[in-house]
């Protein structure tokens, strides 16, 4: 089996595969005072609730945005697994060309999440691939799974964690998208205005994208953990994929063996 890991900036992702099938996946928050230790007790408390032998994990791959949190993240992998996991970085073969100005600030998720769903979606036509994580990334490939650009915008959370830290009487609330786009209260007021808001922006982008590489129809492919809601609110996202990037380390995995 091979266990995938995806370290964000809000949460650390788990996935176990066995072959082509998923036997568990997992998130948990990502904390810098968190030891080995603890991340490794958690995940194996984790495993067990999946009925997943660690023992039967023989490869690791991880993606990482915290470089701060790498060593811990592999350190708890030797200890617990005795697998050193192959990292997402300089050096690795992804089969992807990118083509940035310098594409060693490309992050590893990107990198995962177009590896994704290049091998998932690709049928030799441009596609965009928009992550709903704690920053919104628009990722352009072309159909021969060139990355020639990415669009980086403040996350659905982010956004509403901005909104209230800087606002005296603004609370925090669950993110779901309102009745109407005329509310009537504070809660709703909000929620119109970061929901409605982010699907104007997905939508924008969108359109300006496809206008640049002049199609009229283009693969949009949605993960994170906003990207269904969005979704609903947009006609441009064709797909939605919430284990898109732990599909691409997979894939990664497999072709650096």
Request: proline letters at 3%; aromatic letters at 6%; hydrophobic letters at 40%.
């Amino acid at each position: 089996m091979i266990l995938c890991i995806d370290v964000g900036n809000a949460n650390i992702k788990y996935a176990v595969w066995d072959g082509s099938e998923i036997k568990g996946s997992f998130r948990v928050s990502s904390r810098h005072s968190r030891t080995a230790d603890e991340y490794g007790a958690t995940l194996m408390n984790l495993l067990q609730s999946k009925e997943i032998d660690r023992k039967d994990i023989t490869g690791i791959i991880m993606s990482s945005v915290i470089p701060s949190l790498n060593y811990t993240i592999s350190h708890m992998c030797e200890y617990f697994f005795g697998v050193t996991p192959k990292v997402v970085g300089a050096g690795i073969k992804t089969g992807l060309n990118v083509k940035a100005d310098n594409p060693k600030e490309v992050g590893a998720d990107i990198i995962a999440n177009c590896v994704g769903a290049f091998t998932k979606y690709g049928n030799g036509k441009p596609m965009i691939v928009i992550d709903f994580g704690t920053a919104t990334t628009f990722d352009v490939l072309t159909g021969k799974g060139e990355l020639i650009g990415v669009v980086i915008a403040p996350g659905i959370k982010t956004s509403l964690e901005g909104l209230v830290s800087n606002t005296a009487q603004l609370p925090m609330i669950e993110l779901e998208a309102p009745k109407s786009a005329i509310p009537k209260n504070t809660k709703d007021a909000m929620r119109a205005g970061i929901i409605f808001g982010v699907a104007g922006l997905v939508e924008n982008i969108v359109r300006k994208i496809k206008a640049e590489l002049g199609v009229e129809t283009i693969t949009v492919v949605a993960t994170g953990g906003m990207g269904e809601i969005i979704a609903k609110e947009v006609s441009c996202i064709t797909k939605i994929d919430r284990l898109l990037t732990l599909e691409g380390l997979k894939k990664l995995y497999e072709m650096n063996a």
